[in-house]
C-alpha cells in the first residue's frame, strides 16, 4: 500500500493543534503495518528550521505562477518516513501557519492551499515523483480540500481518502480567488465546490473523495444533523454511506509520562510519587501557592468558543472562591486572552493563565494537574482528554464528538465496575460546566476513590494500533475498484483537464 499523507501541519515540524498529532502518529502507525507512506507538507520556515539535511527533490516552479519552488524531502524523527516539503518561499515563509501576529488570516491562504493540493494533485498522477506513485492520497481537513476534484478529474488515478478533522474550517475564499487556483473547468458550480457565491475548499473534499473519514463515531452522526453540520449537513447526508468515524489515539512514544522527557519526575500506574513531584514544581513554576492538596485543574486548549473558553472565564470568579487551583495554556481569541489574563491578575497564587503555545508546558501541565478541562460546544475527538488519562489527570468533558466516545462518566456503578475514566456534562453552559467540576472537586476529596479513578485513567489504551488498522482496511478497499495510474500522466502547469464527472461513490 504506497499512501501519500497530505497535511498542512505535522508535528514537530509546524503544530497548531490536534491535526499536528494526527499527522505524525497515524503515518507512523501506518508504516509500522508495512505500508509505504511519505507525508507531504508545506515548507513552513518553522519546518525548515526543524528538519536535518532536507533534500530537493524535484522543480515545482510554474505551479500556480510560483516561480521559486521545489519540493524537499527529508523524515519524520526516529523513522524512516518521508516527508516531503512544498518549499515556495513566498507562501510559506512568514510567521504564522494560517494568520499573521494579529490573527488576521493571510490573505493569499486559497492561493497557497491550492498550491499544495496541486503538489499533492501531481505526485499523485505521478507527474513528479515517476519512480513512486501512490495507490492512495489521504488529505486532511480543508489546506488539502482541493486535491480530491483536482485529482478527481482523471481517469487513471489514485484513490482519495479526506478526513474532516473540524468542519467548522472551511476554506472559504471569494469567488474572485477562483480564477487564479488554476481548477478543471466546472469546478466553480453548485456540484462542485461554489458554496453560496463563494468557493469551499471542505465542500471539495467532501464532494470529491472516494471516501470520507472523520475524527470519531459520534461525531461522524453529528455532523449529519444541521445542529454540527456547520451549512454542510446535506452534502454530507448525500454522502453518508461513504463516510466513516475512526477514532483518534495517541502516540504514547510522546504522551506517557513513563518516558516523558519534558517533565520533572517520570511515573507509570505502578507509583505516583513522580507526579506529586510534578504538581510540585509546575505550582511553583507557574507561581500557584505549593499545596499539595488543592485540586489543580488545568485546561491547555485554543481559546475559543468552540472550547467553551467563555464559559469557563464565566465561572472563574466562582471557581476563585472554591479551595482549588487552575492553570490555563491557551492562545486565539484576543478578547478572550485578555480577560483571562485579568482574572489570573486579579486571583495570584490561586489562577495562572500562560497565554502562547507552548508544546514543553502543555506536557508539564498534563503530568502535574489533577483535572484536565476538556469542555467543548462542539469536538471532533479531542486529544488532550485522551493524553490526560494516561497521565492520571482525570478529564472533565461534554458528552460530544470525540469527548462522547472516549471518557466515561464516573458514578459510583461505574467506578465499582473499572469502567470510570472522567466526569462529563451534557449541557454547554455556565450550570453545566460547573456542575461538572463541583463533582470532579468532591470526588478529589475521597482519596481512595480517586486513586482508583486515576489508574484506571492511566491504564486506557488509545494506542493508534486499531484505528490504523481501520484506515488500512479503508484504503484496500478503494484499491480494489480502482484503475492504477500509468507512468507518464502528467499534469502541466495551466493544463485544463476533463470537467469533473459524478463519480460512482457521490
Ligand atoms: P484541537 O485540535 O481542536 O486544537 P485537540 O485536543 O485535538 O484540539 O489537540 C490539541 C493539541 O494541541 C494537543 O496536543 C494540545 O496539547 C495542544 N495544545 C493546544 N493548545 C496549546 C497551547 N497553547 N500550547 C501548547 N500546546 C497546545
Excluded at 492551499?113 to 503538489?119: D, E, N
Aim: net charge negative; with cysteine; aromatic share 8%.
Amino acid at each position: 500500500m504506497r499512501l501519500l499523507f497530505v497535511s498542512s501541519e505535522v508535528y514537530p515540524f509546524a503544530k497548531t493543534g490536534g491535526l499536528a498529532d494526527v499527522s505524525e502518529a497515524l503515518p507512523r502507525a501506518l508504516a509500522n503495518l508495512g505500508a509505504d507512506v511519505r507525508i507531504l507538507m508545506p515548507a513552513y520556515g518553522c519546518a525548515l528550521r526543524t528538519v536535518s539535511r532536507p533534500q530537493p527533490i524535484a522543480d515545482l516552479s510554474g505551479i500556480l505562477g510560483v516561480q521559486d519552488a521545489r519540493l524537499l524531502s527529508a523524515r519524520l524523527p526516529g523513522s524512516d518516513i518521508p516527508v516531503w516539503l512544498a518549499d515556495a518561499p513566498e507562501l510559506y515563509q512568514r510567521d504564522g501557519l494560517y494568520q499573521n501576529s494579529q490573527g488576521e488570516d493571510w490573505p493569499d491562504n486559497a492561493r497557497r492551499f491550492a498550491f499544495l493540493s496541486h503538489v499533492a494533485a501531481r505526485i499523485g498522477l505521478s507527474a513528479l515523483e515517476p519512480r513512486w506513485q501512490p495507490d492512495v492520497i489521504h488529505a486532511n481537513d480543508w489546506h488539502t480540500g482541493l486535491v480530491p476534484l483536482l485529482v478527481s478529474a482523471h481517469a487513471q488515478r489514485p484513490a482519495c481518502v479526506f478526513t474532516l478533522h473540524n468542519l467548522a474550517f472551511q476554506g472559504l475564499f471569494p469567488a474572485e480567488c477562483v480564477a487564479g487556483l488554476d481548477l478543471p473547468p466546472g469546478s466553480f458550480s453548485p456540484d462542485g465546490a461554489e458554496y453560496y457565491g463563494k468557493i469551499s475548499f471542505l465542500k471539495a473534499g467532501i464532494r470529491f473523495a472516494d471516501k470520507l473519514t472523520t475524527v470519531s463515531p459520534t461525531y461522524a452522526r453529528e455532523i449529519l444533523t444541521e445542529e454540527y453540520g456547520f451549512g454542510l449537513d446535506g452534502l454530507l447526508r448525500s454522502r453518508a454511506s461513504n463516510l466513516t468515524g475512526i477514532l483518534n489515539g495517541a502516540d504514547y512514544g510522546i504522551w506517557d509520562p513513563t518516558y516523558d522527557a519534558s517533565l520533572p519526575a517520570n511515573y507509570d500506574f505502578s507509583g505516583l510519587n513522580g507526579k506529586k513531584l510534578c504538581k510540585a514544581t509546575l505550582q511553583q513554576e507557574l507561581g500557584l501557592a505549593r499545596n499539595p492538596d488543592l485540586p489543580l485543574l488545568a485546561f491547555i486548549s485554543r481559546m475559543t468558543e468552540q472550547k467553551m473558553a467563555d464559559v469557563l472565564l464565566e465561572i472563574m470568579p466562582k471557581l476563585a472562591q472554591q479551595n482549588l487551583q487552575l492553570c490555563v495554556l491557551s492562545d486565539g481569541d484576543h478578547g478572550l486572552e485578555q480577560r483571562f489574563r485579568e482574572m489570573a491578575h486579579a486571583h495570584t497564587g490561586t489562577f495562572a493563565v500562560r497565554i502562547g503555545y507552548q508544546e514543553a508546558l502543555a506536557h508539564r501541565m498534563l503530568a502535574g494537574a489533577d483535572l484536565l478541562l476538556a469542555p467543548a460546544r462542539f469536538e471532533p475527538c479531542g486529544l488532550t482528554q485522551i493524553y490526560g488519562m494516561r497521565y492520571g489527570t482525570v478529564p472533565v468533558v461534554r458528552a460530544t464528538g470525540g469527548l462522547a466516545d472516549t471518557v466515561v462518566d464516573t458514578s459510583r456503578t461505574s467506578i465499582s465496575d473499572g469502567t470510570a475514566t472522567g466526569f462529563v456534562f451534557a449541557d454547554p453552559s455556565v450550570a453545566g460546566l460547573w456542575e461538572a467540576i463541583l463533582r470532579a472537586v468532591a470526588f478529589y476529596r475521597e482519596p481512595l476513590a480517586w486513586r482508583r479513578l486515576q489508574l484506571n485513567d492511566m491504564k486506557q489504551d488509545f494506542g493508534w494500533h486499531r484505528s490504523a488498522n481501520a484506515y488500512l482496511s479503508l484504503y484496500q478497499s478503494l484499491t480494489a475498484d480502482l484503475p492504477a495510474v500509468t507512468s507518464g500522466v502528467a499534469v502541466v502547469a495551466g493544463s485544463k483537464p476533463e470537467p469533473a464527472t459524478e463519480k460512482a461513490t457521490a
